[in-house]
């Protein structure tokens, strides 16, 4: 199978399950796994933050650190598109007791004056604003880079109102790789952040939040109490470890494939690709084809191709580390000769 579904299905390399054979652990709850205290300070040290804290996933990192910088009855500014709101299920809600007010956004990115008339003012009818969230590289945006400068903005305002920006960077290094740049250049302009392991640096499970020391202890204990508190977990911070420091100067080959599979796909007479290919993600219009998608994607799986809905009229592709140039261009060919015959 030729799965382009997400970069999330990435198996473990060799060397990730070796190291997980061969990890030293401890009880994390107790402070006392080695591996995981190395990940962590390994993490902290790249994301220039003061310290990090290992979690299940990326949707619990990103719940923790609502859960953290907010107060039931608190509204979050988040672009609309935003994976906190899209798909996690109203988690925020749910759990932090907290309102959304989502903003369009181009590209994954708010624009500054639309967030200067977001943020509530001194009224008692109001919430008060108790975070903003940003996205980069953006999923619903198609993998697209938010620019430096527009978070450093966001950044300036959020600072002027003495709000905390949190980061949901599940695909950061994508952003990071692509322009040759180390994620603390991102990661300055933020308060908090969220990684995944598990995407396509290509770890099995895990993610990383990152803020300052105090952020982290009040972090760490919402984590307990969501039940994340895992025991010997080093099995699963040792491959983390590789992840982060050795699986990211490849994502620029997913990147070449994407553009590569798009180019491919554009010529299709009654095909769309929505989006610009900053990086991995590749979001294809079906609207004018005589295929729904749901037929679309159950042709290309009998072809032996895997891919996702993403809205009523379109399916994205995501390219990673199993998907080869032949992959490519097997895709690349099905699609012509499906949608030239369907
Ligand atoms: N995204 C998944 C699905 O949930 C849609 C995917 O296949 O792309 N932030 C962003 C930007 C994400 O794309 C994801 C996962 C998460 C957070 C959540 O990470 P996990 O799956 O580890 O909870």
């Given at each position: 199978m030729i799965d382009l579904r997400s970069d999330t299905i990435t198996r473990p390399t060799?060397?990730?399950?070796?190291?997980?054979?061969?990890?030293?652990?401890?009880?994390?709850?107790?402070?006392?796994?080695?591996?995981?205290?190395?990940?962590?300070?390994?993490?902290?040290?790249?994301?220039?933050?003061?310290?990090?804290?290992?979690?299940?996933?990326?949707?619990?990192?990103?719940?923790?650190?609502?859960?953290?910088?907010?107060?039931?009855?608190?509204?979050?500014?988040?672009?609309?598109?935003?994976?906190?709101f899209y798909y996690e299920g109203g988690a925020i809600s749910a759990f932090a007791g907290?309102?959304?007010?989502?903003?369009?956004?181009?590209?994954?990115?708010?624009?500054?004056?639309?967030?200067?008339?977001?943020?509530?003012?001194?009224?008692?009818?109001?919430?008060?604003?108790?975070?903003?969230?940003?996205?980069?590289?953006?999923?619903?945006?198609?993998?697209?880079?938010?620019?430096?400068?527009?978070?450093?903005?966001?950044?300036?305002?959020?600072?002027?109102?003495?709000?905390?920006?949190?980061?949901?960077?599940?695909?950061?290094?994508?952003?990071?790789?692509?322009?040759?740049?180390?994620?603390?250049?991102?990661?300055?302009?933020?308060?908090?952040?969220?990684?995944?392991?598990?995407?396509?640096?290509?770890?099995?499970?895990?993610?990383?939040?990152?803020?300052d020391q105090d952020f982290i202890k009040r972090a760490r204990k919402w984590r307990k109490r969501l039940g994340g508190g895992l025991r010997q977990v080093g099995v699963l911070a040792a491959p983390g470890l590789i992840a982060l420091t050795e699986m990211a100067e490849r994502l620029k080959e997913d990147h070449v494939r994407a553009r590569r599979l798009a180019d491919g796909l554009k010529d299709l007479p009654d095909v769309e690709i929505l989006n610009e290919v900053d990086t991995n993600i590749v979001v294809v219009d079906i609207s004018n084809t005589s295929n729904s998608v749901e037929e679309l994607l159950a042709a290309l799986k009998m072809q032996g191709i895997l891919a996702v809905p993403f809205g009523p009229t379109t399916i994205r592709l995501t390219t990673h580390h199993h998907i080869t140039d032949e992959d490519i261009d097997q895709t690349i060919k099905t699609f012509h000769q499906l949608l030239q015959t369907v």
């Open positions: 060799e060397e990730m399950r070796r190291a997980m054979y061969e990890a030293e652990v401890g009880d994390d709850v107790f402070g006392e796994d080695p591996t995981v205290r190395k990940l962590e300070e390994k993490a902290a040290e790249i994301l220039g933050k003061e310290a990090a804290l290992f979690v299940t996933s990326g949707t619990q990192g990103n719940q923790i650190a609502v859960l953290t910088h907010c107060q039931p009855g608190n509204e979050v500014l988040l672009e609309e598109d935003a994976h906190i907290v309102q959304t007010r989502t903003i369009k956004g181009y590209r994954g990115q708010i624009n500054p004056h639309d967030l200067k008339k977001a943020i509530r003012g001194d009224d008692i009818h109001f919430p008060e604003t108790g975070l903003i969230c940003i996205e980069n590289t953006h999923n619903r945006a198609g993998g697209a880079i938010v620019p430096i400068e527009n978070m450093c903005e966001i950044h300036q305002i959020a600072t002027d109102f003495n709000i905390p920006v949190h980061l949901d960077g599940a695909r950061l290094f994508n952003a990071s790789a692509e322009l040759e740049m180390p994620v603390s250049t991102f990661t300055q302009h933020t308060t908090t952040v969220q990684i995944c392991l598990s995407k396509g640096l290509g770890a099995p499970a895990g993610s990383i939040i990152a803020g």
